[in-house]
């Protein structure tokens, strides 16, 4: 249907939603004097847009590539934003954040459960914070509130399918398939990459050029 923003509950449709103007001709007409939309009428209160997102999390390391747990936030506005005083909270669990770098506009910024452990394996990534004292697990929730304690994002993920399996300590990460609002399951799925992307654009899916078939007469 085109919620603008299922992850904060906001389920207005958007503006290219393939439910305006597609329901019951019986209805009565929209204000507009245009066509019913499909479903319930709904008037949203929260957060209108959210500006931060988690683009890939790291719950269960391979045991040869343990680089603790972590997860990563991507800034997807046009603007600079200070998650200074924001929190993420994960089942009874929670973490402040408090002095770190403010995530410029389409950047990324990583929060460690083990900052050592993390640039053992990734030594190149800059932009992490640390450490949180829990375990992510490979199922929960994961919910960002800004610095008024209003949500600003939330996540709910597993590790059994219909989700993606290699996340849960088989060397890969849970990846966000692309960058969008849309957190719902099918866009998350294994990172192509063994220990996945922190800190820059997640892994894409190898290309094959040829595929050559031997036949046997």
Known sequence: PLFEQPSTANFQLQVN????DAGDTDSPVDPD????????????SGISQVKILISEIN????NNYDS????ELYNYSDST???????MVHGFDNYTFERVPKIPA????VICQDSTK???MHPDVKAIVGDFNFDLNSKGNISIYNANNE???RLSYDSIWPWASLPNGKGATLELDKISSDNSISQWRESYILMGTPGKLNSERPKIDKIYINEVM
């Open 118 to 120: 993390f640039l053992q």
């Open 106 to 109: 389409r950047e990324y910024l």
């Open 68 to 71: 603790g747990d972590w997860i």
């Open 59 to 62: 719950y269960s390391s391979a």
């Open 17 to 20: 939603s393939p439910c305006i």
């Open 33 to 44: 004097d245009s066509r019913a939309d499909m479903g319930a009428y709904y008037t949203h």
């Open 151 to 153: 949500l600003a994002y």
């Open 81 to 87: 934003i200070d998650i200074n005083s924001w929190k």
